[in-house]
């Protein structure tokens, strides 16, 4: 069986590390399994470019420049939203003539238009697409918060400058219908929370959808010495470090605002508590909490990523929204309990009291209670050993790989 998946980047965001990690998951079951990306793929290995980079970057920047006039010029919402109006024609490339299944990820940002899903769609090729948000069965957004307009074709759209009943929203949920109708296609989320979302979803009616984790290397994310991954990080070996990830930092959706109001009372708790910062912008963040801040600049090194983990007391996840972060798994397989708002996928991930802890929803006074409680001597060691079982039993490449297998068997039967 030969499957081609499809995502935006090779290296770059959760999506495209989960995309890698199942492709090279699946491999190691003995399925043919490649990627097609629009940023990456040059070199030879798992991935190929979908088009060369001047029509790539082509694609990219048409698809925003519209984005942007239709949009009335506004700025702050540029890359909240997708119309999936331009990207690459897939269908002549040599990697897709020789797939038996098309497996989409987050394919947005000039990779794959909706007039290319059609064509996909069209050949009769089993499509199997994973959900990283919201974005397949919205209008435009990838995380609708509290507007509910995909439960009705969307429309007066708040991501809008002149938002009415026949906007931008409307215009590409209504696309999205006309592209999905035709073909099979099967839909796979990342997290109950997801999946339930997509039962609801207009668009998606009639289709199939399964809720299956990402994987990630239960071997190489593992834990180690504490003492010794702080001084290779030249982080302090003495006291509590507290470690916020994020791609971007001072993205308002990783709420890192409520993680700098928690860290007054946690700083006034207790003196031997400082934070660690890691992604693009963190050094605007070096002098915003209470306590003392270490910052580390984005990276795909994940010996780096892995040593972090490693040196942390606990894992901060203040998100106002998310599906099922790669971040969480990856700090639980080192034995790094988690601490977050309830929200998204991270109920299904986080258990209170065993491997960390849940607070309501962008409250800062009980992310700080919370935080104080885990680091609480006493329990801490058993909620690092419950945080590496809960990783190991649920999200290893071969347990996620067969469920992958399972679905592809039963669409080209």
């Known amino acids: 069986m030969n499957v081609l998946l499809l995502n935006t980047s090779e290296h770059t965001g959760g999506a495209a590390i989960a995309t890698l990690r199942l492709c090279r998951a699946l491999r190691s079951e003995g399925i043919a399994a490649q990627m097609m990306v629009r940023d990456g793929g040059e070199g030879a290995g798992e991935a190929v470019a979908a088009s060369g980079r001047l029509q790539a970057k082509y694609h990219f920047l048409a698809e925003r420049a519209s984005i942007f006039l239709q949009n009335g010029l506004r700025r702050d919402t540029l890359f909240a939203i997708d119309t999936a109006s331009h990207g690459a024609d897939i269908t002549h490339h040599p990697a897709f003539r020789k797939a038996d299944i098309v497996h989409l990820g987050w394919v947005n940002q000039g990779m794959l238009s909706l007039s290319g899903l059609h064509s996909i769609l069209r050949t009769g090729k089993p499509v199997v697409w994973t959900l990283h948000d919201m974005w397949t069965f919205t209008g435009i957004c990838h995380y ?87 001084r290779q990080l030249g982080l302090p070996t003495e006291g509590k470090l507290l470690l916020f990830i994020a791609h971007k930092t001072t993205d308002e959706r990783k709420g890192v605002r409520f993680l700098v109001e928690a860290s007054q009372a946690i700083a006034a708790a207790r003196k031997d508590v400082a934070v660690v910062v890691c992604g693009l912008e963190s050094n605007l963040l070096k002098d915003a909490f209470a306590c003392p801040a270490y910052v580390f600049d984005f990276s795909t090194d994940r010996e780096r990523l892995r040593r972090l983990y490693r040196a942390a007391d606990l894992l901060m996840m203040p998100t106002l929204g998310d599906n099922l972060p790669n971040t969480i798994v990856e700090g639980m397989a080192c034995a790094l309990p988690c601490v977050g708002f309830r929200v998204g996928g991270l109920p299904q991930m986080v258990q209170d009291g065993v491997n960390g802890q849940l607070v309501p929803l962008r409250n800062s006074t009980e992310l700080a209670r919370a935080t104080l409680g885990l680091l609480n001597e006493e329990q801490h060691a058993a909620r690092r050993t419950a945080a590496r079982e809960t990783a190991v039993a649920n999200y290893s490449q071969q347990a996620v790989a067969q469920r992958y297998i399972a679905v592809y068997n039963d669409m080209m039967a």
């Open 144 to 230: 609708a918060e509290a507007c509910e307009g995909w439960l009705k074709a969307c429309g007066h759209c708040p991501l809008l400058r002149f938002p009415h009943a026949h906007d931008l929203s409307t215009r590409t949920f209504l696309r999205k219908s006309k592209a999905y109708k035709e073909g099979r296609m099967t839909i796979v989320c990342c997290s109950d929370w997801l999946a339930e979302l997509a039962r609801r979803a207009p668009l998606l009616q009639g289709l199939r959808i399964e809720s299956i984790p990402n994987a990630i290397d239960t071997d190489f994310f593992c834990p180690a010495s504490q003492t010794e991954a702080r």
